[in-house]
């Protein structure tokens, strides 16, 4: 006896609503902002926020980050990156905003380039 398989057309209705909800910001934070747990704030920050992606410092005494999530926790997370940790002081926070990836799982500090 051979077995057949029916194709059956997914439903895509809502998904469009989900995806649109969905943000992805890339930064870089100048300032006083190495060797002030910078990284570690926001690592814990994001993590609190439940947004993805990672954060690392830069040669040039930047910190870089990328945040993917729910578009009002990104723009929660971008936000914070305006003001930074308690020990250090942020002068400028360039920012863009890239297509979403879902590459992430979780939100996690980076080590070197």
């Known amino acids: 006896m051979k077995k057949t398989f029916k194709w059956k ?4 209705e809502g998904i469009s609503e989900v995806i649109m909800e969905q943000k992805r910001v890339h ?5 006083r902002v ?13 993590v609190r926020e439940g947004v993805q992606g990672w954060v690392r410092n830069v040669p040039d005494g930047r910190v870089e980050a990328v945040f993917e999530g729910d578009r009002e926790k990104v723009d929660r997370m971008v936000a914070w990156c305006h003001v930074g ?3 250090g002081h942020v002068d400028r926070v ?3 905003e890239e297509p979403c990836s ?3 799982r979780e939100f996690e500090i980076r080590y070197g380039r």
């Open 27 to 31: 930064v870089f934070i100048s300032g």
């Open 9 to 12: 057309r997914p439903n895509y």
């Open 102 to 104: 879902g590459e992430f």
């Open 34 to 46: 190495q060797g002030v747990f910078f990284r570690a704030y926001t690592r814990d920050t994001a």
């Open 85 to 87: 940790s308690p020990l």
């Open 94 to 96: 360039e920012e863009w």
